[in-house]
């Protein structure tokens, strides 16, 4: 690997969106040319997406600029992980056409990529507002204006302890896909061990959390992002919102299992998210798609059957702080990607 950092952009659709973040990133990347390159991969756009892309090409003639259109639109998520695989860098950092990122954040990730030659992962702290009411959004599990809540800003040589804590207090904040900077050699080998992948909404827990099992780990104090949040195909859906609930978080959180975080661990996870879902959501789809929803929650309740027997032979294990804000925040902050 000649290059530092891939920063590849997923788009589709929005010219506009990456005109503009393309603008951003021209100013942004002055100085550490040589140290990046950038990756755009259009999702078979049908605006002039492409006019665009040629256009930035031309004029960030002084640094690697590749280009991929797909023959078809792949979804979101499959676009997302065809950048990560696609790096050829140490580093990638796959960041959305609309992320609103501040001008010293790359001058700082560089930074540390050189300083932290252990570093598998680098979470980029951020601020939230909402989409329609342009109000400030935080976690309910944390306070202040951060969303990831851990000091580390000088790498941490137990990255699952981390990332643990991260996920505990807000798994929004680790699925934010432009707050996380990712080792190429392990979110490659990550993808590997999970093929479908991009068929979970929440994969993106995944990859962070493999790759902090497997080095060091920085978040940073400073907020770098802005985190937009709106509405989303999932919440508006029934279908898609007990897939997220009962199916993506429960999913993830045994990958995790499955990368070495521990059984105890995973499983106070899975009996917090049993103890808050939503059973309007499971309501409203046995109403339209029974034996689906069925399916769907079936496997969940017979791993929480696990959990508690586990939870019950070994009570000096003690249960993560289980609250009603979890589930909540797991509802309305993964709007991104």
């Known amino acids: 690997m000649s290059k530092l950092l891939t920063i590849a952009i997923p788009t589709y659709n929005r010219a506009e969106l990456l005109d503009k973040q393309l603008t951003w990133l021209a100013k942004a990347i002055k100085g550490f040319e040589s140290d990046c390159e950038i990756l755009v991969s259009d999702n078979c756009s049908s605006d002039n997406t492409g006019n665009i892309i040629e256009k930035w090409q031309n004029q960030l003639n002084n640094i690697t600029f590749k280009a991929n259109k797909h023959p078809e639109n792949l979804g979101v998520m499959n676009n997302i992980m065809y950048c990560l695989n696609s790096a050829e ?28 030659h252990k570093l598998s992962l680098l979470f980029l702290n951020f601020s939230g507002h909402n989409k329609i009411t342009g109000q400030p959004v935080y976690p309910p599990t944390i306070i202040g204006n951060r969303w990831f809540d851990a000091d580390c800003e000088d790498g941490c040589a137990d990255g699952k302890a981390i990332f643990e804590h991260c996920f505990a207090k807000s798994v929004g904040t680790v699925i934010f896909l432009a707050a996380s900077i990712y080792r190429t050699d392990l979110v490659k080998q990550a993808l590997q061990n999970w093929p479908d992948a991009a068929s979970n909404w929440i994969s993106l827990a995944y990859l962070s959390g493999y790759c ?49 975080y521990s059984q105890h661990f995973c499983r106070q996870m899975l009996l917090r998210i049993s103890q808050n879902v939503d059973t309007k959501v499971f309501l409203s789809a046995f109403r339209k798609w029974p034996v689906s929803a069925l399916k769907t929650v079936i496997p969940l309740l017979a791993i929480v059957g696990l959990s508690v027997f586990d939870i019950m032979a070994f009570p000096e294990v003690r249960v993560v702080e289980a609250s009603q804000a979890f589930t909540q925040e797991v509802r309305t902050n993964t709007d991104h990607p």
């Open 89 to 116: 860098t140490q580093y990638v950092w796959a960041i959305s056409d609309d992320d609103i990122i501040q001008e010293r954040a790359i001058a700082y990730v560089i930074n540390k990529l050189k300083q932290q």
């Open 212 to 260: 902090a099992a497997h080095g060091d780990v920085i978040v940073t104090k400073d907020n770098f992002l802005e985190f937009i949040i709106g509405v989303t195909y999932w919440k508006k859906e029934s279908k898609a919102a007990l897939l997220m609930q009962y199916k993506h978080i429960p999913e993830v959180i045994l990958k995790l299992q499955k990368c070495g």
